[in-house]
């Protein structure tokens, strides 16, 4: 397939590369404020997004001949309102996780910039996020979406066809499936497993059902010549996708498949979690763990299905049938 991403956004760390092109040319200090900043941060994948989005405040503080060592609340509430009706994907409206994430990671660059006593305090100190929901907005697919989903990304060559049923037969996010290497499958047990990295840097070693495995194992062999390293999700000329890559990938499959809903690699995660959650025996605790959730809110948020609906009608039945069986009391 093509890696050609179609807009401008940064990928992966270029834009730290970018600062330290920056720093050799100009005489700004804001570009080592933020080279600093990005490299206290734990996980690689927190300082790609949060240099994504500081890439974007910075723009906007361009467009309106403003410094950012300048700014100010109100310059900082005007580009919230900004992304909420144009930071998402290709110009729409954000998503309230989106929001949030973008408005953390200015939050944190200020704050670090006060903490390293560059600022005396922070213009994102006071912002308002989106509040916390214990639910989940992201669209999912039900069983017979997700199989026509499944079948029109096979349509498309066996590499599609892999990463759609890794990521919804194990709900891994883009950015885990995108990293994953060849060194990462092996066999366990009569498991072909995958190690994956979640959030934070904790490596998690997640069995993949048998059917998924022997595919995997099909095309690592055909697809990839049998190599044993390097990228497991690679572009026709070996080169590992980006996560914008992957994301263009999943919408020109939904775009084939058209299964009523705009499908995106989250869509594909929450369609494992809530296709999981209304099984009969599904128990959410093991969701969570090959989520790599770590905090049970964050899973139930899935929980939203047909199944959620007959467990609860469960807990009402047991206490009426407790109570009216019982007679009463002479």
């Known amino acids: 397939m093509s890696t050609d ?48 989005a500081e890439l974007q405040w910075r723009e906007h503080c361009a467009d309106r001949g403003l410094h950012p060592l300048q700014a100010r609340r109100g310059d900082v509430d005007d580009w919230k309102q900004e992304i909420t009706a144009h930071g998402g994907f290709h110009g729409r409206p954000a998503s309230t996780n989106t929001i949030k994430l973008k408005l953390a990671a ?33 669209a999912a697919m039900d069983p017979r979406q997700a199989a026509k989903f499944t079948a029109a990304a096979e349509t498309l060559g066996l590499m599609p ?47 993949l059902s048998p059917a998924t495995g022997h595919l995997v194992r099909t095309y690592t062999d055909t697809c990839l010549g049998g190599r044993v390293s390097g990228p497991l999700i690679a572009s026709p000329d070996g080169a590992r996708l980006t996560y914008w890559d992957l994301y263009n990938l999943v919408a020109r499959i939904s775009r084939r ?41 964050n899973t139930k948020s899935y929980d939203r299905g047909a199944g959620a609906l007959s467990r609860l009608a469960s807990v009402s039945t047991a206490v009426e049938d407790a109570y009216l069986n019982s007679g009463p009391m002479r």
Not at 261 to 286: E, F, K, M, N, W
């Open 257 to 297: 498949a058209k299964v009523g809903i705009q499908v995106t690699p989250h869509v594909l995660r929450a369609s494992h979690a809530t296709i999981y959650l209304d099984q009969d025996g599904a128990q959410i605790d093991r969701l969570q763990d090959g989520l790599g959730h770590a905090s049970l809110d």
């Open 161 to 207: 066809y892999v990463a759609v049923r890794i990521l919804l037969g194990r709900g891994l996010r883009a950015t885990e499936l995108v990293g994953l290497d060849v060194s990462d499958i092996v066999e366990h047990f009569g498991y072909v497993t995958i190690t994956v990295t979640h959030k934070g840097g904790k490596r998690q070693e997640l069995p």
């Open 106 to 138: 200015v939050s944190s660059l200020y704050a670090y910039l006060v903490g390293e006593d560059i600022l005396g305090s922070s213009p994102a100190a006071h912002i308002k996020r989106p509040p916390v929901s214990d639910y989940a907005a992201t």
């Open 5 to 52: 991403l179609g807009d401008d956004r940064p990928s992966e760390l270029e834009v730290v590369d970018e600062f330290v092109v920056d720093e050799q040319h100009n005489e700004d200090p804001w570009p080592h404020f933020v080279r600093a900043w990005l490299i206290a941060q734990r996980a690689p994948n927190t300082a790609r997004t949060y240099a994504t």
